[in-house]
DNA sequence: AAACGCTCCAACCGCATGTTC
DNA sequence: CGAACATGCGGTTGGAGCGTT
């Protein structure tokens, strides 16, 4: 793909000297054109490993440390809403990337609540909610998830949604019934197709992960 | 002191999606 | 439209560091 490999690019920790290289050159060019920064700056590294370093070490806006009570509280919280999607969630725990939030799971809050590796992390119904959350900006299934879809999938989607539709307005209806009953109604009942309405359905997420996040 | 086992996290890999030409 | 390339995500692995024997 990039060359890794076949002796190219370096791989394995990175240097203080290959730190400052990127700093460097992030701080002039800022981020993106991850694969030139190689070729530029005599870097190696192939582009995802240069991104990589850059967004889980070298970025100012990276937390260093332990995690806090309140963190551990609000990622349980919100893994128990959108399963392993690690991105989203870091997106909502400020300065942790996707990669400290699922390392922290795997080898402290998974133990901690008594849950199997590579097993059971959700339970199968917020698991397939959680995928459909996410459905418009990832699609990916983890290799132990069953297929959501089917050929004729798309009724059981529907059912499956208003179930869980009625979980997270039972939930949420307790914190705030008049912004809740909002933002509930624009979305859940805004058309019958549940994959037509992303934009919606991300929108109350974002409203629902934010009274989360108040109500901690 | 050395050997061993375990923990934890940085980094890699494969794949999906997005973008450009 | 499709190929090539770039980016992002989640699962997995390698190895440094630490504790135990």
Redesign the pocket.
């Known amino acids: 793909?990039?060359g890794?490999?076949n002796g190219e690019?370096?791989?394995?920790?990175?240097t203080e000297e290959e730190d400052r290289i990127l700093t460097d050159h992030v701080k002039v060019h800022g981020?993106?054109?991850?694969?030139?920064i190689a070729k530029v700056t005599g870097l190696k590294?192939?582009?995802?490993?240069c991104?990589?370093?850059w967004?889980?070490?070298l970025s100012p806006s990276v937390k260093?440390g332990?995690f806090s009570e309140e963190e551990d509280d609000l990622i349980i919280r919100l893994h128990k809403l959108l399963?392993?999607?690690?991105?989203?969630?870091?997106?909502r725990v400020p300065g942790r990337t996707?990669?400290?939030v699922?390392?922290?799971w795997?080898?402290?809050l998974s133990?901690r609540l008594g849950i199997k590796?590579?097993k059971c992390?959700v339970s199968a119904s917020s698991s397939k909610f959680s995928e459909k959350l996410?459905a418009?900006?990832?699609?990916?299934l983890?290799?132990?998830?069953e297929p959501i879809l089917s050929h004729n999938g798309e009724a059981e989607i529907h059912t499956e949604i208003q179930d869980n539709s009625e979980k997270v307005k039972e939930m949420t209806s307790s914190q705030d019934p008049v912004l809740f009953g909002d933002c509930y109604d624009n979305f859940w009942l805004s058309n019958s197709d549940p994959f037509s309405c992303s934009p919606n359905l991300m929108e109350f997420l974002d409203q629902s992960l934010d009274l989360f996040c108040y109500n901690l």
């Open positions: 793909m990039q890794a490999g690019y370096r791989k394995g920790l990175w981020k993106g054109k991850w694969n030139q590294r192939c582009g995802k490993s991104r990589l370093r967004m889980n070490y260093r332990v399963g392993n999607r690690w991105s989203l969630i870091a997106g996707d990669n400290q699922k390392n922290h795997n080898t402290h133990k590796q590579k992390k996410g418009n900006s990832r699609t990916k983890s290799s132990n998830d």
